[in-house]
């Protein structure tokens, strides 16, 4: 395991979202109304979305492109859908510096990028799609 600086948790606002690209893969970096920046795979079970342009809900976020809901803790499908993505420990130390646990090796590139453009606004439902 090796843990990654990637970034401060300043720049994410509460129910938003950025990422992280570590070893090459990217990770969504989501802020929950209470601080707390948990991390998962930025890739849907389903069919690929981008979870980091998803809405969050409590712990949660809704896929933007069908709405599947995934759990940000366990990284599982809300069921009847199925499927899970990897989650990573993530935490803020006392700078306000968010950390992620990877198994990529220590010196693998880590940065934080705006989840849409240079903006810090919470994740959007816009642009979805019905359900398959
Ligand atoms: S790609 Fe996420 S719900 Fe379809």
Redesign the pocket.
């Known amino acids: 395991m090796s843990r990654h600086r990637v970034g401060q948790a300043g720049q994410i606002d509460a129910l938003g979202s950025r990422i992280a690209v570590v070893g090459g893969e990217e990770i969504a970096l989501f802020k929950l109304t209470d601080g707390e920046v948990l991390a998962v795979e930025n890739r849907?079970?389903?069919?690929?979305?981008k979870?980091s342009e998803g809405m969050v809900c409590g712990s949660a976020v809704h896929?933007?492109?069908?709405?599947?809901k995934i759990d940000l803790r366990t990284g599982q499908a809300q069921a009847p859908?199925e499927g899970s993505v990897r989650t990573y420990a993530a935490d803020v130390d006392a700078d306000g510096s968010v950390w992620v646990e990877t198994a990529e090796r220590p010196d693998a590139a880590s940065a934080l990028e705006a989840a849409r453009g240079a903006g810090t606004a919470p994740a959007s439902a816009s642009g979805r799609e019905g359900?398959?």
């Open positions: 849907c079970p389903h069919k690929g979305g979870l896929c933007p492109l069908h709405d599947w859908d359900r398959p």
